[in-house]
């Protein structure tokens, strides 16, 4: 629960560094397909809102990073935040940066998508690994 918590305030923190001072290194490590990485993305998006967030975690979730992620919880904030919502129209907006792990400096993708529905829109924040394994889960 605390790393996944950590992960995710880093994974929003960077992003915010990212999108807001343009210093930032936010390239891609060699080895990642920005291409690859949003239609990973997409895939867990669709799976976690159709057969639910663990599902989606035990699927594309690397293996040491799963036993510590709150996928029922998070789950439960999913479906509050896609309840009322409507239906799903597209994917909106879609970015991808590259930035490294700060604990062990491994190359990570972060991808930020914005999904519309109907009546709003919720922000999916994915981290992956190389081998496009989600490393970071977080949506609001």
Known sequence: ??????????????L???FFTGCVNTQ?????????????CETV???AIVNGLSSAMDKYMREDYRKDYPAGEMNET????????GNFMAYSQKSV???PSPDTGEDFAVALITATYEKGEII???TL????KVVGFYCK
């Open 28 to 40: 891609l490590a060699e080895g990642y397909d920005k291409d690859e990485i949003l239609d990973k």
């Open 45 to 47: 998006i669709d799976e």
């Open 78 to 85: 999913l479906v509050s935040l896609i309840n009322g919502k």
């Open 97 to 99: 940066i590259g930035k």
């Open 16 to 18: 915010c560094m990212a």
């Open 124 to 126: 999916y924040t994915i």
């Open 1 to 14: 629960m605390k790393r996944f918590k950590k992960l995710s305030v880093v994974c929003v923190a960077l």
């Open 129 to 132: 690994d190389k081998d496009l």
